[in-house]
């Protein structure tokens, strides 16, 4: 397998300055199938399990591949704590901007899949600045929309909320992480700016949906929520009935780049 290109492009706006480090694979030129945009999770990078196997896939079928971290991620600079939904969207935008060429087909783990959402829209407010870059489709990976607000706050105690908003943020314990994750209040409140579930979604491409039943992270009802809040009919949610959060099993990977190649 050939290393993808690892590039980086620097944000200015808004403070402070970082730079995201980005992965491009260039796909061949008499490929016209759609390349893959890969939006990673809550805390998770872009040489994960799920993403590698993306790049490896798109590297035998010739498919360009475009992999970066976000701020406070990986190997792109900044402090995680200043990390937002609103900052890390402003992120994906000017990576796509700057590096996708022709249709793609997004991809979006967990937080991922809001992202994928936001950054549709994003892309439709901006079109005259990509018309060479229009979406083929939309891959959704436990999809955690709204996350800060359904799967965080709401869920909180009053004595976390309180952490929050008095010492600015609380460190929840996590599986995946021995430090735990900085929860802080910048993160649930930038989050309110972008939430969804509130009306109708339009994605303006197809999109699959893979959702594991035993997701303890993001509820298989949270999936279906989002389902009815899809305004286009060509969408197809899969339960997987031993399903995690992760999807990373090998027969998980499989059904992952099915549901790419289906674009």
């Known amino acids: 397998m050939s290393e993808a290109r690892l590039t980086s492009l620097i ?12 992965r491009v694979r260039e796909g061949k030129s008499n490929n016209e199938s759609p390349g893959v945009v890969w939006l990673g999770g809550f805390k998770s990078d872009m040489k994960g399990t799920k993403a590698e196997a993306l790049d490896r896939w798109a590297e ?3 498919r360009a591949c475009l992999r970066f971290d976000y701020s406070g991620h990986g190997e792109s600079s900044g402090d995680f704590r200043d990390g937002t939904i609103g900052r890390w969207l402003d992120e994906s935008v000017a990576v796509y901007l700057r590096y996708a060429k022709g249709p793609q087909v ?26 060479h870059a229009p979406l083929a489709g939309m891959v959704l990976i436990a999809p955690a929309v709204d996350f800060t607000e359904e799967l965080m706050w709401k869920q909180f105690s009053p004595a ?3 952490d929050i908003e008095e010492k600015g943020e609380w460190v929840r314990p996590s599986e995946y992480d021995v430090g735990g994750y900085p929860i802080t209040r910048g993160l649930i ?20 949906i893979l959702q594991g039943v035993q997701d303890p992270d993001v509820p298989w009802q949270h999936a279906q929520e989002l389902v009815s809040r899809l305004s286009r009919d060509d969408v197809v949610l899969t339960l997987i009935k031993d399903g995690d959060h992760r999807l990373s099993r090998p027969e998980d990977i499989e059904r992952l780049i099915a549901a790419v190649a289906e674009f």
């Open 60 to 62: 035998a079928q010739g």
């Open 189 to 208: 409140e930038d989050g309110r700016k972008h939430l969804l579930l509130g009306g109708l979604i339009e994605p303006g491409c197809p999109v699959h």
């Open 11 to 22: 944000i200015e706006s808004p403070a402070p300055r970082r730079t995201i480090a980005v």
């Open 160 to 162: 976390i909320k309180r």
């Open 106 to 131: 997004l991809v979006g783990s967990s937080m991922g899949g809001w992202l994928a959402l936001l950054l549709a829209a994003r892309l439709r407010e901006l079109k005259d600045l990509a018309p």
